[in-house]
C-alpha cells in the first residue's frame, strides 16, 4: 500500500532539503504522498511548484495536529529551539499514536544519551516516548549544522564570529541529514528502530574560515568571542530562556575543549546514503555563491 509521508517543519533547514530529496526520488516512492506541514501560512505557497501537498500546523493547536495526519502512515518530526519542544513532541506524538501512524523519524541531537546538557537529553526523553508508544522508528542525532556559520555571515563583514573559542566543533551538513531522513522515510524497514548519530568532520572555526576564504575567494578570519557572552547574545537574539541557558552551557564546555565530541565523526553518511558526506571544503563550495551574495548583500 502507498504511504503518506507528513514532513513536519518542512520550511526548515532540514526539513526543506528533505521535501525536496523525497521529490526528487517520487519516481521511487511508487506513489507514496508526501505532505508538507507548515507553520507559518504566507510560507505555505513556497511548495507550489514542487506540486506536493501541504497542510498547516501547529504543535500547540491539538485539532491541527489531529487534520494534518489524517491518513498519515510515517511521519518527519522535528520541533524547535524551545523547551515548549517536549509539549510540541507528546502533542504530535499522541495524535500520531491515535491514528496508527507506523514509522517515525525523529530529528533529535547528538549526546543526547549521556551528556549534562537539558536541550540534549529532551530529545531523549522524545526517543524514549516514541519506543514508549511503539511506533517503528529511527533516530536522527546529528552534531552542529555546518548552516549555522552562514546564518552568521553579514552584509560588508569577513570576520565570522561565534563563541567556540579556537576549539574543534563536530560539524554535519543539514543537506546530509535530510538524505538520511529521506533514506529512512522511503525504506523503514531498512532503517527499522536505529539511532544514527550524524557527525562528518571536528574542524576549529579558524579553519572554518580558511576553508570558506579558499571557496570563495573572500577574505575570511575567525574572531573567537568570549564563551562567557553567550547566554547574554543568545537571550538578546530572543531564544526562549530555559533552552537559551542549556544551549550557552554547552557552548562554553565545547570552547573549553569539553564535549566537543571529535570522536563522533563516523560514515554513517556514506553507508545509509551510498554518496560521500560533506565535509566543510564540500559545503564550502557548494554554498559559495549564497556566501557571496549575503557578504556583497545581494540577499
Ligand atoms: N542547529 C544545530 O546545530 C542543531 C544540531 C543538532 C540538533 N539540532 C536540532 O534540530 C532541531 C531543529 O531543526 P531545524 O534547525 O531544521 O529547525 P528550524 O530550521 O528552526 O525549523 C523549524 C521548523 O519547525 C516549524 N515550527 C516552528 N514552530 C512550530 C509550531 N509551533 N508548530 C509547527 N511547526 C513549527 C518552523 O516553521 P516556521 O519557520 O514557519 O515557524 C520550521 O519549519 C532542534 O530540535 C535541534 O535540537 C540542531
Redesign the pocket.
Known sequence: MAARILI?????????PLVQSLVQTRSRTHGDAIVA????PA?QNQFDALGIETVL?????PKSIRAALAGVTRLFL????SV??LV?AKNVLDAAHAVHVEHVVH????GSESQPYP??AW?AYVESYIQTLGFSYTHL?????M??VLRGLRRGSTVIRQFFDNSAVTW?D?GD?AAVAAAALLNPSAHRNAAYTLAAEALPLSEVASTLARATNIPFTYEPLDPARALEALTKAGMEPVYCKSLARHINDVALGVNSAVSDVNDTIEKVTGRPRARWNDFAQRHRDTIRRIVNGES
Do not use: F, W
Open positions: 513536519t517543519g518542512a520550511t526548515g533547514t532540514v526539513g526543506r506541514g507548515i507553520h507559518t510560507k500546523l501547529d504543535y500547540a493547536d522535528v520541533t524547535g529551539y515548549d519542544m510540541h530529528l533529535g541531537a547528538a536541550h540534549l530529545h542525532r546529528p552534531r552542529t549544522y548552516t549555522n554535519i543539514p541529514i
